[in-house]
């Protein structure tokens, strides 16, 4: 399995409040992401980079940040949470070595995010 | 952009019996790739299968293949010999092959196996 761990792997919070989600790799990809998942919509993409300090906004980037300040981080942050940001969170990586373009995308196994 | 429909919500099946679980895209590229991805109930994201579009063959692992077809743009998974560890949700995922190496995801199917 890719080494991918998220911190924390669940979190109930107050709504207004900031929170921050890790995602830390082990495998030196280039790529990361975070996604949400929720009922009939599958998982929807929030952010990603393609290396350090370089990221790039998803379908689904309203009120949320990320920030990568070393090639195996790959944070998120809720500035100020609301309850429909009330989801689970995932984590994935990928390289993109020249001429593999076909690499899949490995995942964490989610974070359980709960907003009252 | 692109999307991914998935159109059965659940799905069921027999114990060893056959099942294909339907996807359709939308896209105006004419190189891209398609997986399918397994969830089962430990909410792990399990890659079972990948397509390149550019290969007119049908992928095949083990008990699942794929009826992959470009200009009906459609992405059918087929599980064989179904087990009752295939109980999961499945998700359909299209990958462009410009900016980011971005999935959309299908909005899944949770197939049931019934012994």
């Known amino acids: 399995d890719a080494g991918i761990t998220q911190s924390p792997r669940h979190k109930v919070t107050e709504t207004g409040t900031p929170v921050t989600l890790r995602c830390h790799q082990t495998e030196n990809h280039r790529y990361m992401y975070w996604y949400r998942q929720d009922p009939g919509h599958g998982l929807r993409l929030i952010h990603y980079?393609?290396?350090?300090?370089?990221?790039d906004k998803g379908e689904v980037s309203d009120g949320y940040s990320v920030s990568r300040s070393k090639t195996e981080d790959f944070l998120l942050t809720l500035e100020s949470a609301t309850s429909s940001q009330t989801s689970v969170y995932f984590c994935a990586i990928s390289e993109y070595p020249g001429g593999m373009r076909n690499q899949p995308q490995h995942f964490g196994d989610g974070t359980r995010l709960s907003i009252l | 952009a692109q999307t991914v429909t998935q159109s059965q919500p659940e799905m069921s099946v027999q114990e060893a019996e056959t099942v294909t679980l339907s996807c359709t895209y939308d896209?105006?590229?004419?190189?891209?790739?398609l997986f399918w991805y397994k969830q089962p109930p430990s909410r792990q994201m399990i890659l079972v299968i990948r397509q390149e579009a550019y290969k007119q063959q049908n992928a095949t692992e083990n008990r699942f293949s794929v009826n992959f077809q470009k200009a009906a743009k459609s992405f059918s998974l087929k599980i064989s010999d179904s087990q009752l560890g295939d109980a999961a949700m499945y998700f359909c995922?299209?990958?462009?092959?410009?900016?980011?190496?971005?999935?959309?995801f299908g909005g899944g199917t949770r197939l049931m196996v019934k012994p």
């Open positions: 896209t105006s590229e004419s190189d891209y790739y």
């Open positions: 980079s393609y290396g350090v300090k370089d990221t």
């Open positions: 995922a299209y990958r462009s092959i410009n900016a980011g190496n971005m999935l959309t």
